[in-house]
């Protein structure tokens, strides 16, 4: 027995062994290494001849860490978060559901009692030729309440916060309505010329378009001539519906006067709040302009 190695003389189990590292030498560590690599390029059960490699890792397909309070509380959050974006619109609608409903406050149903004294005041002044003294004192009742509640519905909206749509644009027109019927009235029943009508008119219509002309820079605010003008505006008709004679009559003239005068000269001082307003906002619009292009 000499050279004989031991393997080939060991029977069987030193046949397989040394037959393991003849054919390759696998181990059993690359054993199921190979055995790894012919599971993971193997076709898998995709129906589409995919490599199972393609298939997702188990750190892929592990199952999500169940939510804890905070994120529970956070997705509640989340939701009731995209709930609040959809808030707004429900917001708005309910706002103008509460505008609609303030419509019917007590300032603005002053300014409504001024417009449906309008007509009322325009028959009165007109029944039975116009001269009656008994039915120009029942026009001069109209016109006074009128006048009054002028006083009253704007001090309300502002004192209340009942201001509204609807009486910003009611109040000048119902103001309007009440001083123009009862001028036009007087001049057509020749007690108060044609020219002063015109002209009182003429300033109250120019300078209410002078506003919405300059609304874009800024608003003109109401001054104290304009206040002091109303009042003896108001004052000046008044005493022109009733049927005064004598001294009395002689006076409304002199206050109709200065009637028209605090009329034009309010007026032009408008017209030149308009103009300093207009240039202001101009000079601020070109500022802006310049400091974006810098």
């Known amino acids: 027995m000499t050279g004989v190695p031991a ?10 062994r040394a037959k393991g590292p003849a054919s390759g030498g696998v181990t059993p560590a690359s054993g ?14 995709f129906g589409d001849g995919r490599a199972r490699r393609d298939a997702p890792s188990p750190e892929e397909v592990r199952p999500a860490a169940p939510s804890s309070p905070q994120s529970s509380q956070g997705s509640a959050g989340n939701a009731e978060g995209q709930g609040s974006t959809r808030a707004p619109r429900g917001g708005k609608i309910a706002a103008a559901a509460v505008d609609q409903a303030s419509v019917w406050n007590i300032a603005n149903l002053l300014t409504m009692l001024r417009l449906l004294l309008v007509p009322a005041f325009v028959m009165l002044m007109l029944a039975d030729g116009g001269y009656d003294p008994a039915w120009r004192s ?25 201001v509204t749509d609807f009486g910003k644009i009611a109040d000048p027109i119902a103001d309007k309505a009440i001083m123009g019927a009862a001028l036009i009235c007087l001049s057509a029943l020749g007690d108060l010329p044609w020219w002063v009508t015109g002209v009182i008119l003429g300033r109250e219509l120019g300078i209410t378009l002078l506003r919405f002309l300059v609304i874009r820079y800024g608003v003109i605010p109401a001054s104290r001539g304009g206040k002091l003008k109303t009042l003896t505006q108001g004052v000046a008709v008044g005493m022109y519906v009733l049927a005064l004679t004598g001294w009395l009559a002689t006076l ?31 000079a601020e619009r070109k500022a802006a302009l310049e400091e974006t292009e810098e």
């Open 252 to 282: 409304r003239w002199w206050v109709m006067a200065a009637a028209v005068v605090l009329t034009v000269a309010t007026g032009l001082d408008y017209v030149k709040q308009a103009i300093v307003l207009r240039r202001q906002g101009i």
């Open 7 to 16: 393997s080939a003389a060991g029977g069987p189990s030193g046949a397989r």
């Open 32 to 45: 199921r290494a190979f055995a790894r690599e012919a599971r993971d390029t193997a076709p898998g059960d």
């Open 138 to 162: 029942l026009a001069w009742a109209a016109f006074a309440i009128a006048m009054i509640t002028d006083l009253f519905d704007g001090h309300l909206a502002r004192t209340y916060n009942l």
